[in-house]
Protein backbone atom coordinates (compact mmCIF):
# COMPACT_ATOMS: atom_id res chain seq x y z
CA UNK A 1 0.00 0.00 0.00
CA UNK A 2 1.43 3.33 -1.03
CA UNK A 3 2.35 5.84 1.98
CA UNK A 4 -0.29 8.53 2.21
CA UNK A 5 1.78 11.97 2.92
CA UNK A 6 0.57 13.47 5.87
CA UNK A 7 -0.15 17.10 6.40
CA UNK A 8 3.14 17.52 8.30
CA UNK A 9 5.39 15.79 6.46
CA UNK A 10 4.00 17.82 3.33
CA UNK A 11 4.65 20.90 4.95
CA UNK A 12 8.68 20.11 5.87
CA UNK A 13 9.18 19.00 2.46
CA UNK A 14 7.74 22.65 0.99
CA UNK A 15 9.87 24.50 4.00
CA UNK A 16 12.89 22.10 2.92
CA UNK A 17 12.31 23.15 -0.19
CA UNK A 18 12.02 27.17 0.25
CA UNK A 19 15.38 27.17 2.48
CA UNK A 20 16.77 25.77 -0.43
CA UNK A 21 15.59 28.45 -2.56
CA UNK A 22 16.83 30.73 -0.50
CA UNK A 23 20.18 29.65 -0.12
CA UNK A 24 20.29 29.32 -3.67
CA UNK A 25 18.87 33.66 -3.91
CA UNK A 26 21.61 34.52 -1.44
CA UNK A 27 24.15 32.61 -3.67
CA UNK A 28 23.53 34.74 -6.37
CA UNK A 29 24.48 37.76 -4.90
CA UNK A 30 26.92 36.26 -2.05
CA UNK A 31 29.15 33.72 -4.12
CA UNK A 32 32.13 34.10 -1.95
CA UNK A 33 29.73 32.55 1.16
CA UNK A 34 28.83 29.61 -0.76
CA UNK A 35 30.12 27.30 2.08
CA UNK A 36 28.97 29.42 4.95
CA UNK A 37 25.24 29.87 3.19
CA UNK A 38 25.06 25.68 3.40
CA UNK A 39 27.33 24.92 6.65
CA UNK A 40 23.56 24.57 8.60
CA UNK A 41 21.53 21.12 8.57
CA UNK A 42 18.02 22.41 8.40
CA UNK A 43 15.63 20.86 11.41
CA UNK A 44 11.90 21.58 11.88
CA UNK A 45 11.12 23.13 15.30
CA UNK A 46 7.61 23.39 15.84
CA UNK A 47 8.63 25.83 19.65
CA UNK A 48 10.37 28.40 17.71
CA UNK A 49 8.39 31.54 15.55
CA UNK A 50 11.67 32.03 13.71
CA UNK A 51 14.90 30.47 13.10
CA UNK A 52 17.57 29.56 15.55
CA UNK A 53 20.83 27.68 15.50
CA UNK A 54 23.48 26.50 17.61
CA UNK A 55 26.14 26.50 15.10
CA UNK A 56 25.61 22.88 13.28
CA UNK A 57 21.78 23.04 12.78
CA UNK A 58 18.99 25.85 11.30
CA UNK A 59 16.31 25.21 13.38
CA UNK A 60 12.83 26.12 11.80
CA UNK A 61 9.19 26.76 11.93
CA UNK A 62 7.32 24.95 9.15
CA UNK A 63 4.28 27.36 9.85
CA UNK A 64 6.63 30.48 9.89
CA UNK A 65 8.88 29.92 6.78
CA UNK A 66 5.90 28.76 4.43
CA UNK A 67 3.61 31.95 5.84
CA UNK A 68 6.74 34.74 5.09
CA UNK A 69 7.67 33.12 1.58
CA UNK A 70 4.25 33.85 1.12
CA UNK A 71 3.75 37.33 2.28
CA UNK A 72 7.41 38.42 2.83
CA UNK A 73 10.21 36.54 0.93
CA UNK A 74 12.71 39.03 1.28
CA UNK A 75 12.66 38.63 5.14
CA UNK A 76 13.48 34.91 4.77
CA UNK A 77 16.61 35.50 2.78
CA UNK A 78 17.24 38.43 5.48
CA UNK A 79 16.53 36.39 8.76
CA UNK A 80 18.98 33.41 6.99
CA UNK A 81 21.66 35.50 6.01
CA UNK A 82 21.27 37.45 9.84
CA UNK A 83 21.64 33.48 11.61
CA UNK A 84 24.73 32.63 9.38
CA UNK A 85 26.38 35.94 9.44
CA UNK A 86 25.84 34.99 13.45
CA UNK A 87 27.95 31.96 13.10
CA UNK A 88 30.88 33.35 10.94
CA UNK A 89 31.43 35.92 13.50
CA UNK A 90 31.54 33.72 16.38
CA UNK A 91 28.65 35.57 18.04
CA UNK A 92 27.68 31.97 19.66
CA UNK A 93 31.17 31.50 21.44
CA UNK A 94 32.42 34.74 22.44
CA UNK A 95 29.82 36.25 24.97
CA UNK A 96 31.80 35.72 28.04
CA UNK A 97 30.72 37.55 31.16
CA UNK A 98 29.01 39.83 29.21
CA UNK A 99 25.15 40.71 30.13
CA UNK A 100 23.21 38.06 28.02
CA UNK A 101 20.31 40.50 26.97
CA UNK A 102 22.83 43.62 26.00
CA UNK A 103 24.83 40.81 24.02
CA UNK A 104 22.35 39.58 22.19
CA UNK A 105 21.62 42.99 21.41
CA UNK A 106 25.16 44.00 20.02
CA UNK A 107 24.69 40.92 18.19
CA UNK A 108 21.50 41.40 16.33
CA UNK A 109 22.70 45.44 15.80
CA UNK A 110 26.28 44.14 14.56
CA UNK A 111 24.82 41.54 11.47
CA UNK A 112 21.88 43.52 10.53
CA UNK A 113 24.13 46.86 9.82
CA UNK A 114 26.36 44.16 7.93
CA UNK A 115 23.29 43.52 6.41
CA UNK A 116 21.48 46.70 5.75
CA UNK A 117 25.17 48.06 4.42
CA UNK A 118 25.67 44.82 1.91
CA UNK A 119 22.92 46.71 0.15
CA UNK A 120 22.28 43.37 -1.98
CA UNK A 121 18.99 43.37 -3.65
CA UNK A 122 17.27 40.00 -1.93
CA UNK A 123 18.30 41.58 1.49
CA UNK A 124 17.16 45.19 0.78
CA UNK A 125 14.57 46.88 3.02
CA UNK A 126 13.91 50.74 3.85
CA UNK A 127 15.98 51.85 6.99
CA UNK A 128 13.86 53.04 9.68
CA UNK A 129 14.70 56.15 12.03
CA UNK A 130 15.71 53.77 14.39
CA UNK A 131 18.34 52.26 12.63
CA UNK A 132 19.51 55.70 10.48
CA UNK A 133 19.94 57.19 14.45
CA UNK A 134 22.30 54.68 16.04
CA UNK A 135 24.01 53.41 12.58
CA UNK A 136 24.85 56.95 12.59
CA UNK A 137 26.23 57.63 15.88
CA UNK A 138 28.27 54.26 16.00
CA UNK A 139 29.93 55.85 13.01
CA UNK A 140 30.75 58.78 14.83
CA UNK A 141 32.32 56.76 17.29
CA UNK A 142 35.00 55.86 14.91
CA UNK A 143 35.69 52.49 16.88
CA UNK A 144 34.81 50.31 13.95
CA UNK A 145 31.55 47.69 13.89
CA UNK A 146 31.51 44.54 15.58
CA UNK A 147 29.48 43.03 18.39
CA UNK A 148 31.89 44.02 21.12
CA UNK A 149 32.27 47.92 20.10
CA UNK A 150 28.36 48.15 19.85
CA UNK A 151 27.98 45.93 23.43
CA UNK A 152 30.20 48.43 25.01
CA UNK A 153 28.03 51.65 23.49
CA UNK A 154 24.89 49.25 24.75
CA UNK A 155 26.63 49.42 28.49
CA UNK A 156 27.13 53.04 28.85
CA UNK A 157 23.89 54.09 27.99
CA UNK A 158 22.13 51.17 29.61
CA UNK A 159 24.03 48.46 31.87
CA UNK A 160 23.89 51.16 35.17
CA UNK A 161 19.69 50.97 34.52
CA UNK A 162 19.36 47.28 33.82
CA UNK A 163 17.57 45.60 36.94
CA UNK A 164 18.18 41.66 37.61
CA UNK A 165 15.01 40.07 38.75
CA UNK A 166 13.12 39.30 35.12
CA UNK A 167 9.82 39.00 37.19
CA UNK A 168 9.91 42.24 38.94
CA UNK A 169 10.82 44.54 35.70
CA UNK A 170 7.38 42.26 34.14
CA UNK A 171 5.32 42.87 37.18
CA UNK A 172 6.63 46.58 38.54
CA UNK A 173 8.48 48.07 35.64
CA UNK A 174 11.56 48.30 38.08
CA UNK A 175 14.52 46.71 40.51
CA UNK A 176 14.05 46.66 44.47
CA UNK A 177 17.14 48.55 45.31
CA UNK A 178 16.44 51.82 42.22
CA UNK A 179 15.00 55.03 44.07
CA UNK A 180 11.09 55.68 44.02
CA UNK A 181 12.72 58.79 42.10
CA UNK A 182 14.00 57.85 39.38
CA UNK A 183 11.23 55.43 38.44
CA UNK A 184 10.18 57.13 35.25
CA UNK A 185 13.97 57.69 33.90
CA UNK A 186 14.36 53.80 34.65
CA UNK A 187 11.35 53.16 32.59
CA UNK A 188 12.33 55.55 29.73
CA UNK A 189 15.61 53.75 29.83
CA UNK A 190 14.22 50.18 29.85
CA UNK A 191 11.03 51.54 26.86
CA UNK A 192 13.97 52.37 24.77
CA UNK A 193 16.08 49.47 25.19
CA UNK A 194 12.67 47.16 24.36
CA UNK A 195 12.37 49.39 21.23
CA UNK A 196 15.78 48.25 20.07
CA UNK A 197 15.38 45.09 20.72
CA UNK A 198 11.83 45.12 18.53
CA UNK A 199 13.83 46.58 15.77
CA UNK A 200 16.87 44.52 15.57
CA UNK A 201 15.37 40.80 16.60
CA UNK A 202 15.60 38.61 13.69
CA UNK A 203 15.94 35.44 15.05
CA UNK A 204 16.08 32.94 18.68
CA UNK A 205 19.41 32.45 20.38
CA UNK A 206 17.79 29.85 22.45
CA UNK A 207 20.04 27.43 21.02
CA UNK A 208 23.60 29.44 21.60
CA UNK A 209 26.00 27.30 23.76
CA UNK A 210 25.57 28.77 27.65
CA UNK A 211 28.61 28.97 29.49
CA UNK A 212 27.14 27.17 32.61
CA UNK A 213 26.51 24.32 30.41
CA UNK A 214 29.59 22.28 30.91
CA UNK A 215 28.49 19.21 29.36
CA UNK A 216 28.13 21.03 25.73
CA UNK A 217 31.61 22.65 25.99
CA UNK A 218 33.14 19.80 23.71
CA UNK A 219 30.34 20.41 20.91
CA UNK A 220 30.16 23.66 21.13
CA UNK A 221 33.84 23.78 20.96
CA UNK A 222 33.73 21.74 17.50
CA UNK A 223 31.47 23.89 16.09
CA UNK A 224 33.33 27.12 17.03
CA UNK A 225 36.26 25.71 15.22
CA UNK A 226 34.35 25.09 12.08
CA UNK A 227 33.06 28.40 11.80
CA UNK A 228 36.45 29.79 12.31
CA UNK A 229 37.84 27.78 9.58
CA UNK A 230 34.46 28.72 7.08
CA UNK A 231 35.28 32.55 7.97
CA UNK A 232 39.04 32.15 7.05
CA UNK A 233 38.05 30.63 3.84
CA UNK A 234 34.60 33.16 3.16
CA UNK A 235 36.85 36.25 3.77
CA UNK A 236 39.51 34.40 1.59
CA UNK A 237 37.30 33.74 -1.59
CA UNK A 238 35.84 37.52 -0.83
CA UNK A 239 39.65 38.90 -1.31
CA UNK A 240 40.45 36.36 -3.99
CA UNK A 241 37.51 37.69 -6.74
CA UNK A 242 40.60 40.29 -7.30
CA UNK A 243 37.92 42.96 -8.15
CA UNK A 244 36.68 45.76 -5.56
CA UNK A 245 34.09 45.03 -2.81
CA UNK A 246 31.08 45.75 -4.37
CA UNK A 247 29.29 48.45 -2.50
CA UNK A 248 28.70 47.32 1.50
CA UNK A 249 30.64 44.13 1.22
CA UNK A 250 33.69 46.14 2.99
CA UNK A 251 31.29 46.16 6.25
CA UNK A 252 31.51 41.79 6.09
CA UNK A 253 34.94 42.26 5.10
CA UNK A 254 35.73 44.58 8.61
CA UNK A 255 33.32 42.19 10.73
CA UNK A 256 35.46 39.28 9.51
CA UNK A 257 38.80 41.09 10.00
CA UNK A 258 37.53 41.94 13.50
CA UNK A 259 36.27 38.16 14.13
CA UNK A 260 40.04 37.42 13.08
CA UNK A 261 40.99 39.77 15.66
CA UNK A 262 39.47 37.93 18.46
CA UNK A 263 40.58 34.21 17.19
CA UNK A 264 44.28 35.32 16.69
CA UNK A 265 44.11 36.95 20.75
CA UNK A 266 42.52 33.81 22.31
CA UNK A 267 45.66 31.65 20.21
CA UNK A 268 48.00 34.26 21.35
CA UNK A 269 47.21 33.65 25.06
CA UNK A 270 47.50 29.93 24.72
CA UNK A 271 51.44 30.65 23.69
CA UNK A 272 51.46 31.16 27.77
CA UNK A 273 49.84 27.79 28.55
CA UNK A 274 51.76 25.01 30.22
CA UNK A 275 51.51 21.71 30.28
CA UNK A 276 51.04 19.48 33.80
CA UNK A 277 48.94 17.02 35.87
CA UNK A 278 45.56 17.77 36.90
CA UNK A 279 43.23 15.55 38.77
CA UNK A 280 40.08 14.92 36.42
CA UNK A 281 38.01 11.78 36.38
CA UNK A 282 36.68 10.99 32.77
CA UNK A 283 34.25 8.15 31.91
CA UNK A 284 35.77 7.58 28.65
CA UNK A 285 38.70 6.85 29.69
CA UNK A 286 37.86 3.19 30.77
CA UNK A 287 35.31 0.61 30.57
CA UNK A 288 32.84 0.84 32.89
CA UNK A 289 31.73 -3.10 32.26
CA UNK A 290 34.89 -4.54 33.03
CA UNK A 291 35.21 -2.03 36.07
CA UNK A 292 31.77 -2.90 37.82
CA UNK A 293 32.56 -7.10 36.98
CA UNK A 294 35.56 -6.43 39.01
CA UNK A 295 33.34 -5.39 41.44
CA UNK A 296 31.25 -8.30 41.02
CA UNK A 297 33.23 -11.36 40.96
CA UNK A 298 36.08 -9.76 43.21
CA UNK A 299 34.33 -7.84 45.89
CA UNK A 300 36.55 -4.81 45.89
CA UNK A 301 38.76 -5.13 42.97
CA UNK A 302 37.81 -3.77 40.11
CA UNK A 303 39.71 -4.88 36.89
CA UNK A 304 40.52 -1.20 35.54
CA UNK A 305 40.75 2.06 37.50
CA UNK A 306 39.72 5.01 35.97
CA UNK A 307 42.00 7.65 35.54
CA UNK A 308 42.19 10.39 37.68
CA UNK A 309 44.25 12.38 36.37
CA UNK A 310 45.24 13.67 32.90
CA UNK A 311 47.71 16.24 31.54
CA UNK A 312 46.43 19.64 30.72
CA UNK A 313 47.74 22.36 28.72
CA UNK A 314 46.84 25.54 30.99
CA UNK A 315 47.82 29.24 32.80
CA UNK A 316 49.12 28.36 35.86
CA UNK A 317 50.92 32.08 37.21
CA UNK A 318 50.77 34.95 34.81
CA UNK A 319 51.36 38.64 35.20
CA UNK A 320 49.67 41.50 32.93
CA UNK A 321 50.92 44.56 33.57
CA UNK A 322 48.67 47.75 32.22
CA UNK A 323 50.50 50.88 31.24
CA UNK A 324 48.67 53.34 32.67
CA UNK A 325 50.97 56.17 31.19
CA UNK A 326 49.09 59.45 30.35
CA UNK A 327 48.67 58.42 26.57
CA UNK A 328 46.65 55.43 27.85
CA UNK A 329 42.85 55.55 27.22
CA UNK A 330 41.40 53.90 30.45
CA UNK A 331 38.20 52.86 29.05
CA UNK A 332 40.49 50.80 26.37
CA UNK A 333 42.56 49.52 29.58
CA UNK A 334 39.44 48.20 31.52
CA UNK A 335 37.76 46.56 28.02
CA UNK A 336 41.00 44.73 27.26
CA UNK A 337 41.09 43.62 30.82
CA UNK A 338 37.64 42.34 30.54
CA UNK A 339 38.28 40.63 27.16
CA UNK A 340 40.94 38.85 28.38
CA UNK A 341 39.14 38.13 31.17
CA UNK A 342 36.33 36.25 28.97
CA UNK A 343 38.66 34.43 26.88
CA UNK A 344 40.25 33.04 29.88
CA UNK A 345 37.16 31.59 31.10
CA UNK A 346 35.75 30.39 27.87
CA UNK A 347 38.64 28.17 26.92
CA UNK A 348 39.19 26.64 30.72
CA UNK A 349 42.27 28.33 30.79
CA UNK A 350 42.91 28.15 34.47
CA UNK A 351 44.28 25.27 36.60
CA UNK A 352 42.43 25.01 40.24
CA UNK A 353 45.52 26.48 41.53
CA UNK A 354 46.58 29.40 39.00
CA UNK A 355 47.43 32.87 39.89
CA UNK A 356 47.09 35.90 37.94
CA UNK A 357 48.97 39.20 38.96
CA UNK A 358 47.57 42.37 37.46
CA UNK A 359 50.77 45.43 37.68
CA UNK A 360 49.02 48.93 36.78
CA UNK A 361 52.83 50.66 35.38
CA UNK A 362 53.44 53.84 34.33
CA UNK A 363 57.17 54.72 35.52
CA UNK A 364 56.57 52.80 38.21
CA UNK A 365 54.22 50.32 39.88
CA UNK A 366 51.08 51.76 41.29
CA UNK A 367 49.14 48.48 42.10
CA UNK A 368 49.67 44.67 42.26
CA UNK A 369 46.34 42.48 42.18
CA UNK A 370 46.69 38.83 43.02
CA UNK A 371 43.03 36.53 41.97
CA UNK A 372 42.91 33.26 41.04
CA UNK A 373 39.22 31.58 39.77
CA UNK A 374 36.49 33.23 37.72
CA UNK A 375 35.22 34.80 40.96
CA UNK A 376 38.12 37.02 41.98
CA UNK A 377 38.68 37.94 38.55
CA UNK A 378 35.25 39.43 37.99
CA UNK A 379 35.10 41.17 41.33
CA UNK A 380 38.51 42.64 40.39
CA UNK A 381 36.99 43.73 37.16
CA UNK A 382 33.52 45.75 39.17
CA UNK A 383 36.21 47.51 41.35
CA UNK A 384 38.71 48.25 38.56
CA UNK A 385 40.19 52.09 38.65
CA UNK A 386 42.75 53.34 36.84
CA UNK A 387 45.85 53.95 38.67
CA UNK A 388 48.96 56.84 37.57
CA UNK A 389 49.34 59.18 34.48
CA UNK A 390 53.03 59.71 34.16
CA UNK A 391 55.50 58.72 31.68
CA UNK A 392 55.95 55.10 30.43
CA UNK A 393 59.14 53.37 31.80
CA UNK A 394 58.34 49.37 31.09
CA UNK A 395 61.67 48.76 33.09
CA UNK A 396 59.79 49.20 36.71
CA UNK A 397 57.49 46.11 36.24
CA UNK A 398 60.24 43.83 34.99
CA UNK A 399 61.80 44.64 37.97
CA UNK A 400 58.66 44.13 40.28
CA UNK A 401 58.26 40.87 38.68
CA UNK A 402 62.07 39.68 39.28
CA UNK A 403 61.83 41.07 43.06
CA UNK A 404 58.67 38.55 43.62
CA UNK A 405 60.59 35.61 41.73
CA UNK A 406 63.06 35.86 43.68
CA UNK A 407 61.09 36.74 47.04
CA UNK A 408 59.14 32.95 45.88
CA UNK A 409 55.94 34.50 45.12
CA UNK A 410 55.71 33.56 41.74
CA UNK A 411 57.33 30.08 41.40
CA UNK A 412 55.94 29.49 38.36
CA UNK A 413 55.44 32.32 35.93
CA UNK A 414 54.01 31.26 32.51
CA UNK A 415 54.80 34.50 31.14
CA UNK A 416 53.98 38.41 30.86
CA UNK A 417 51.68 40.73 29.06
CA UNK A 418 52.02 43.71 28.47
CA UNK A 419 49.35 46.69 27.59
CA UNK A 420 50.95 49.45 25.85
CA UNK A 421 50.60 52.43 23.30
CA UNK A 422 54.10 51.61 23.22
CA UNK A 423 55.56 54.59 23.68
CA UNK A 424 58.40 54.15 26.40
CA UNK A 425 61.55 53.06 27.85
CA UNK A 426 62.44 48.72 27.19
CA UNK A 427 64.41 46.69 29.16
CA UNK A 428 67.98 46.09 27.50
CA UNK A 429 68.01 42.32 29.23
CA UNK A 430 66.03 39.30 27.85
CA UNK A 431 63.90 37.90 30.99
CA UNK A 432 63.93 33.87 31.27
CA UNK A 433 59.95 33.92 30.39
CA UNK A 434 58.03 34.91 27.52
CA UNK A 435 56.89 38.13 27.16
CA UNK A 436 54.90 39.98 24.84
CA UNK A 437 53.70 43.30 24.57
CA UNK A 438 50.20 44.21 22.76
CA UNK A 439 49.16 47.23 21.10
CA UNK A 440 45.78 48.63 19.99
CA UNK A 441 46.99 51.23 17.52
CA UNK A 442 50.64 50.90 14.94
CA UNK A 443 53.95 51.31 16.78
CA UNK A 444 57.16 51.62 16.22
CA UNK A 445 58.77 48.04 15.21
CA UNK A 446 62.11 49.48 15.71
CA UNK A 447 61.83 49.89 18.96
CA UNK A 448 60.28 46.82 20.62
CA UNK A 449 63.17 44.41 21.30
CA UNK A 450 63.70 41.58 19.33
CA UNK A 451 63.21 39.43 22.28
CA UNK A 452 59.82 40.22 22.84
CA UNK A 453 56.83 39.09 20.96
CA UNK A 454 54.41 41.40 19.92
CA UNK A 455 50.79 41.94 18.34
CA UNK A 456 48.70 44.42 17.19
CA UNK A 457 44.98 44.20 18.08
CA UNK A 458 42.19 45.85 16.21
CA UNK A 459 40.43 47.98 18.80
CA UNK A 460 37.35 46.28 17.33
CA UNK A 461 38.74 43.46 19.41
CA UNK A 462 37.28 45.51 22.57
Request: net charge negative; charged share 30%; hydrophobic share 35%.
Amino acid sequence: MAHVQTQEEWEAEMSEKILSYVRDELYLELRFMDIALSALTPKADASLQTFATDGNMLYYSTEQVMRMFEQNAPFLDRAYLHTVLHCIFSHLWIAGNRDARLWNLACDIAVEYTIDGMGKNCTRRILSWTRQKLYGELKERQEGISAAVIYRMLSERFAAERRTDAAQERDEGMPASYAPEKADEYRDMNETLAALEREFYTDNHKYWPKREDTSAKGAASASQKKWEKIARQTRMEQELRGAEPEEGEELLAAQLAAAKGQRSYRDFLQKFAVRREELHMDADEFDLNYYTYGLKVYGNLPLIEPLESREAKKIREFVIVIDTSYSTNGELVEQFLRETADILCQSESFFADSVIRVLQCDNQVRSDTVFSGERELARFLEEFKLLGGGGTDFRPAFSYVEQLRGDGQLRHLAGLLYFTDGKGIYPKKRPDYKTAFLFLDDFDELSVPPWAMRLRLPRETF
